[in-house]
């Protein structure tokens, strides 16, 4: 019954601690990306793909316990800081998630900063497009961004090394 909320527990679990509401979303974005089994739906938004489904399961577990959600200020912003807690522990004892290598792309992701992983989830978004396609319509959504062509190229290389690593297991 809360096997999708085990998901996101066992992902935090793995990671330690993730900062960033940001992050976190793009994080569960590229796992789905790479077929790992997280049900919530996303949509295109301000950020690139966002979750509304992946942020009320976040504020549910928050209610439960079961993961910890640390507001912190930042000179003119407010970040969050999620981990497990102990009773997420336990409750994450009750499930047996099957994630193979899981716990080494998350590293991957969550030694990124966001917004390299914005970039990243939003190049991912429009993997249907050709590679020129996807380029010029990331120059367009996300022209405040401002991201280099270098950055753009970056981007493509860390997904196909993510990709060659989610094939080879």
């Not at 970039?119 to 249907?128: G, M, R």
Request: charged fraction near 25%; hydrophobic fraction near 35%; aromatic fraction near 14%.
């Amino acid at each position: 019954m809360f096997e999708d909320h085990a998901k996101l527990v066992s992902l935090l679990n793995l990671a330690g601690e993730v900062v960033g509401r940001k992050k976190l979303q793009k994080i569960v974005y590229i796992l789905k990306k790479l077929d790992y089994p997280f049900q919530e739906k996303y949509q295109f938004h301000f950020y690139g793909p966002y979750s509304e489904e992946l942020t009320l399961r976040i504020e549910e577990l928050c209610n439960l316990g079961f993961i910890s959600e640390v507001k912190e200020s930042k000179g003119g912003y407010h970040q969050y800081r999620y981990s497990l807690t102990g009773k997420g522990g336990d409750f994450l004892s009750h499930y047996q998630i099957d994630m193979p290598k899981l716990q080494e792309f998350i590293a991957d992701l969550n030694g990124q900063n966001s917004k390299f992983l914005e970039l990243v989830s939003t190049i991912l978004y429009f993997e249907n497009l050709s590679k020129e396609e996807i380029i010029n319509k990331v120059k367009v959504v996300k022209k405040k961004q401002n991201y280099s062509d270098e950055d753009i190229q970056q981007a493509f290389v860390f997904i196909e090394q993510l990709q060659s690593k989610q094939s080879a297991s």
